[in-house]
């Protein structure tokens, strides 16, 4: 293997141990929900209830649970902490985008789930999760999801003119831009979505949520705070 086909990895690898703290503490919260419904009753209880709400709400639930976690909390965050309650310009577009995107994808996600739990039974054993698991992290991750953020992402740092974008169907883009983010997130999301799938499936959903929600609020507090000037 040569160093320019060395790079992707070691990108991803140098990515994957800068977040290792707040991908372990998110994790740990993951498994704790976890614990709690298989051995705790109040919150298997409170579990359950949350379970019929997202039965009852459908793919508009998991549309707004999506637009709320990745595109609503963590602009408000930015405009109340690092922006001290001022709202800008860019904000309104950034709160369009994040909205209309992480919406979207939320609902692609539940959708992979229910399409699972069609494919491979709603189980919770070994054999189950395990099918789950992988078809989630190495066939729909790498070749779907990441894949089509990297490439939406890429059209809006192009102004949304794709005559602006790089040639984005080709293998070079993808070992440059979409295999570091792949090897990066799966250092988060393949042990979380492990415990995902270790629960029924209307809780899989809001489980993926909370970790969602974590994770872009602890990564735009760190992004803004690289970015903030001395005090």
């Known amino acids: 293997m040569t160093f320019e086909q060395e790079r992707?990895?070691?990108?991803?690898?140098?990515a994957a141990r800068a977040n290792l703290v707040p991908a372990l503490v998110i994790q740990a919260a993951v498994v704790s929900v976890v614990l709690a419904y298989y051995f705790w009753e109040p919150a298997r209880a409170w579990l359950a209830r949350l379970a019929e709400f997202k039965r009852g709400g459908g793919y508009l639930f998991s549309l707004a649970s999506g637009a709320l976690a990745g595109g609503l909390l963590p602009e408000l965050l930015t405009v109340a902490v690092f922006q001290r309650g001022r709202v800008r310009r860019e904000n309104?577009?950034?709160?369009?985008?994040?909205?209309?995107?992480?919406?979207?994808?939320?609902?692609?996600?539940?959708?992979?789930?229910?399409?699972?739990?069609?494919?491979?039974?709603?189980?919770?054993?070994?054999?189950?999760?395990?099918?789950?698991?992988?078809?989630?992290?190495f066939v729909f991750t790498p070749f779907v999801s990441i894949p089509l953020t990297v490439v939406v992402f890429e059209?809006?740092?192009?102004?949304?003119?794709?005559?602006?974008?790089?040639?984005?169907?080709?293998?070079?883009?993808y070992t440059r831009k979409v295999l570091p983010t792949?090897?990066?997130?799966?250092?988060?999301?393949?042990?979380?979505?492990?415990?995902?799938?270790s629960l029924p499936l209307p809780l899989q959903f809001p489980l993926f949520?909370?970790?969602?929600?974590?994770?872009?609020?602890?990564?735009?507090?760190?992004?803004?705070?690289?970015?903030?000037?001395?005090?």
Request: net charge positive.
């Open 209 to 231: 949520t909370l970790a969602l929600t974590l994770w872009v609020m602890i990564f735009t507090w760190i992004s803004h705070a690289h970015k903030a000037p001395p005090v």
């Open 155 to 173: 059209w809006r740092h192009a102004g949304y003119r794709p005559s602006r974008m790089p040639r984005v169907l080709t293998p070079d883009f």
């Open 8 to 14: 992707p990895l070691a990108v991803g690898l140098r």
């Open 92 to 137: 309104l577009g950034s709160l369009a985008f994040g909205v209309c995107f992480w919406g979207l994808m939320g609902a692609a996600v539940d959708a992979l789930y229910r399409g699972q739990a069609l494919l491979f039974g709603d189980g919770v054993d070994f054999a189950t999760i395990f099918l789950k698991t992988f078809f989630d992290q």
């Open 182 to 197: 792949v090897v990066s997130g799966m250092g988060f999301w393949l042990p979380v979505v492990l415990f995902i799938y």
